[in-house]
């Protein structure tokens, strides 16, 4: 299994841009998350999906969109990106959201600059 | 929503000495705290979890604590080795779905 996936690995953008972010599971995960990262503020999370065809807001969702429209797959889009997106973002994903099944496995990230 | 704060941010040990970061959450509903290890380049990793029915859980070099009345929990890495050396997160979850809170990370810095 190669477990979470994300597609690209490191992205240039200029202001006003827009792009992207594919993140891909094989472990047949119902929960996907997208964080970002920044340094010394942890990760925050943007958006989740408890289930295809589901999204739901997190704790910094203004300026991202997200999509599930295969329960393996989970896109996060930034329409006009703005350079406060600079950052790392990562996605993870779980079997579901409760009891010994809620552990989240985390991709290798994608490193983001906006100019 | 739920605030989580950790503590130190740096942490510098000698090899063979224990290391303790510690952690305080706000939302008293949470219930579940997992530790997550990442190394330079990677993603965060999962090295041990407790839940708010558990006081401490020891997985070999590694455990864990947890005060549900004061709110707080923290790692214990004993024995620490070179291989330890990363960015260490703590985080809760609320207690209805999975949305995890993550404390700002420890730089942990093991020298031989």
């Known amino acids: 299994n190669a477990g979470v996936t994300q597609t690209p690995k490191f992205r240039v953008l200029k202001t006003g841009q827009s792009m992207t972010l594919l993140c891909a599971q094989d472990m047949n995960h119902e929960y996907m998350y997208w964080y970002r990262q920044d340094p010394g503020m942890g990760l925050r999370l943007i958006h989740y999906?408890?289930?295809?065809?589901?999204?739901a807001k997190g704790e910094v969702p203004d300026g991202y969109n997200v999509s599930r429209l295969k329960k393996q797959n989970f896109l996060l889009g930034l329409e006009s990106a703005a350079p406060s997106q600079t950052s790392v973002y990562f996605c993870a994903s779980s079997y579901s959201g409760r009891g010994v099944r809620e552990t989240q496995y985390f991709g290798p990230g994608t490193r983001l600059l906006v100019l | 929503g739920e605030n989580v704060e950790q503590h130190p941010s740096t942490l510098s040990v000698q090899e063979g000495d224990s290391a303790v970061i510690k952690c305080t959450y706000s939302?008293?509903?949470?219930?579940?705290f997992p530790w997550y290890k990442q190394e330079l380049g990677k993603g965060p990793q999962l090295i041990i979890d407790?839940?708010?029915?558990?006081g401490e859980k020891k997985d070999q070099r590694i455990a864990v604590t947890l005060n549900k009345t004061a709110k707080h929990f923290s790692l214990h890495i004993t024995e620490t080795q070179p291989e330890d050396s990363a960015v260490y997160f703590c985080?809760?979850?609320?207690?209805?779905?999975?949305?995890?809170?993550f404390g700002g990370g420890t730089r942990v810095l093991v020298k031989p």
């Open positions: 985080a809760a979850s609320e207690a209805a779905g999975n949305k995890l809170t």
């Open positions: 939302d008293s509903a949470s219930n579940y």
């Open positions: 999906s408890v289930g295809e065809g589901t999204t």
């Open positions: 407790i839940r708010s029915n558990v």
